[in-house]
C-alpha cells in the first residue's frame, strides 16, 4: 500500500474515531444527566466502545500508544495475549 493511502486510512479512521467519541459522549450525557433510560442504553454505550477501539487498532504506532491511556480493559488484554 503507498503512502498516500495509507495517511487517507489514517485520517478516515481518526475523523471516524472523533465522530463515535462524540456519539458516546451523547450518549452518556443522556444517561447520567438526563435519566433517559431509552438514549442512553449501556449496551449501545459498549458498541461506540468496542467501535473506538477497532479504529483505533488502524491507527499508527505513535496513536496506538496514546490509544492505550483509554484505559478500555479489552484493548490491554488483547495487547497481553500478543
Known sequence: MNKRKKNRNYRVAAFE???KLG??????FHRHYDQELDK???RAGWAYVLTIR???MSSTRK???ANGHLGLPLARARKQSR
Not at 456519539?23 to 452518556?28: I, K, T
Open 54 to 56: 477497532d479504529l483505533s
Open 23 to 28: 456519539e458516546l459522549q451523547q450518549l452518556v
Open 63 to 65: 496513536h496506538k500508544r
Open 17 to 19: 474515531t472523533l465522530l
Open 40 to 42: 442512553g442504553n449501556p
